[in-house]
């Protein structure tokens, strides 16, 4: 026989047992000898003998494969759910398909489309930006298909959602700028449409009010792009329009608050000195550059896991959707670094 195509057929002939042995042997079933098991494994191996997918996946009713859709691969957050995706994934005998949208709601869509071709178990979510309308994700639950949300959750009743506490992680973040002495502080928001960018709002106004500082909406400024070059004209324009210079910058995420650190820099404004920043994600540069930039971070890893479990436990009919009352939320820390410290 050629390596690589060897059956359980091949091994039990091999061995002169029956093609049940060698599958529960293979199995770790209870009633085969240890003696049995060694010699079966210790066979396969050198045969290099792999399972079937296809008629384990019909006989079981399963392609023990999911499918993940995210945003983008080369945000540090996201790359770190992957890490986590996929860990619990395999060490629970499931292969993973991963698609990115670039933030476009139809190539979402046709995300769906290839997964679903792939005969996928279920999926795990992470929406675009562009994405409004829910419409076709509630189809595919309304179909039967297990979902898990992360991250950036839909506005779907009894959708199961895997989050962190993005307004707890604000407002510590704004907390800690008040404390230091700042009192004149913007956000730079992510857009409105995103459930994560309006939690964080809430908590930038919950620690103002907690701290009896009087709310100014202009003073929360609305970055999409998510990117430095964005913030750096977006914070550049507001310390020279406005009269009343503010004298913090708290980012949605780190992009936007690196960008606010490069315009202070433009204008010869010092950071902490002048103006304090933070930022939201603690990506891998926040502890590299001059100052440190402080940022609350987010626990992707266990995020990606936590939400394979669920899912998985979905696939397997485990729980049950409604046994999930409300979203799972993982909590963040704030990570304080120079960049906001006087």
């Not at 060490?91 to 489309?113: A, C, P």
Request: with cysteine; net charge negative.
């Amino acid at each position: 026989m050629k390596i690589g195509q060897a059956t359980i057929k091949d091994i039990a002939r091999e061995l002169n047992v029956s093609s049940s042995t060698v599958s529960r042997a293979l199995k770790d079933y209870p009633g085969i000898s240890d003696e049995t098991k060694r010699k079966v494994k210790e066979l396969a191996e050198k045969l290099n003998y792999r399972p079937n997918a296809i008629a384990l996946s019909l006989r079981k009713s399963r392609s023990f494969t999911i499918g993940v859709i995210i945003p983008e691969v080369v945000h540090f957050f996201f790359s770190t759910v992957i890490s986590g995706i996929e860990e619990e994934a395999n060490s629970r005998g499931y292969n993973v398909i991963l698609t990115q949208t670039n933030e476009k709601l139809d190539r979402e869509k046709s995300s769906i489309d290839t997964m679903l071709s792939n005969q996928i178990d279920g999926f795990l979510v992470s929406h675009s930006k562009e994405t409004e309308d829910f419409e076709h994700f509630s189809k595919l639950l309304d179909q039967g298909y297990p979902i898990v949300f992360f991250d950036r959750v839909p506005q779907i009743p009894h959708a199961v959602n895997v989050t962190v506490d993005d307004y707890k992680g604000s407002f510590d973040a704004v907390s800690h700028l008040i404390q230091q002495g700042y009192k004149r502080i913007v956000h730079l928001s992510g857009p409105k449409n995103l459930t994560i960018s309006t939690e964080r709002i809430r908590g930038y106004k919950d620690a103002l009010l907690a701290h009896g500082i009087e709310i100014n909406d202009a003073l929360i400024v609305e970055c999409p792009l998510g990117t430095d070059d964005e913030s750096r004209k977006t914070t550049r324009q507001l310390l020279e329009a406005m009269e009343e210079r503010p004298d913090a910058f708290f980012g949605n995420n780190d992009m936007a608050a690196v960008g606010a650190m490069l315009a202070c820099k433009d204008l010869g404004l010092r950071v902490p000195e002048d103006i304090g920043v933070v930022g939201f994600s603690n990506w891998q540069f926040c502890s590299m550059i001059d100052p440190g930039l402080s940022s609350v971070a987010q626990p992707g890893f266990q995020m990606g896991a936590k939400a394979t479990q669920l899912l998985l436990d979905l696939i397997e009919k485990k729980i049950n959707p409604e046994d999930i009352k409300e979203s799972i939320t993982l909590p963040t820390e704030l990570l304080i670094r120079k960049s906001s410290v006087r």
